[in-house]
């Protein structure tokens, strides 16, 4: 899969040495929420397309390549001011999460995805909140994604 690139990223990955600094943009959102807890991966807050981040510290696992599996991808976020277990606690349906990629020097251009996905399963303790993001399950989605029965198609029957 092909994915465009900036000029600043591309000499950025090409470089030997480099002074740009790529940042992870996550946004965990639910419509039971007030508003969208946003968080970078950096010691300083980031402004993001009007949008602040706040500095945060968080790791994300990528998944493996086993091609008959659904992919999924664990994260680890420090449990600084509670606002995440709270919202864990609050809301009952699972949280939609998306991460970004974007360089310091123009956090407004995004290099990678979003990529959306859920929270699935979180623990968390005084320290640490721990969860499993899963991507949507397309290989078990019906195919054709229709039945077509006279009741909806009378034009074919």
Request: charged content about 20%; glycine content about 4%.
């Amino acid at each position: 899969m092909s994915r465009t690139l900036s000029q600043a990223a591309r000499q950025a990955i090409n470089a030997e040495t480099t002074e740009q600094v790529f940042l992870l943009l996550l946004t965990i959102d639910h419509e039971d929420l007030a508003d969208p807890i946003r968080v970078v991966n950096n010691t300083e807050d980031i402004t993001s397309r009007g949008d602040l981040y706040v500095a945060y510290p968080f790791e994300i696992a990528l998944p493996g390549e086993d091609p008959e599996s659904v992919a999924r991808v664990s994260l680890r976020i420090d449990n600084v001011d509670r606002q995440i277990v709270q919202s864990l606690r609050t809301v009952l349906a699972p949280l939609a999460v998306a991460l970004e990629v974007v360089l310091a020097s123009s956090p407004d251009t995004v290099e990678a995805g979003p990529f959306n996905m859920t929270l699935v399963a979180a623990e968390y303790d005084a320290l640490v909140v721990t969860g499993e993001l899963a991507f949507e399950d397309v290989l078990n989605e019906p195919f054709p994604g229709h039945s077509y029965i006279p009741g909806e198609y009378p034009g074919l029957f």
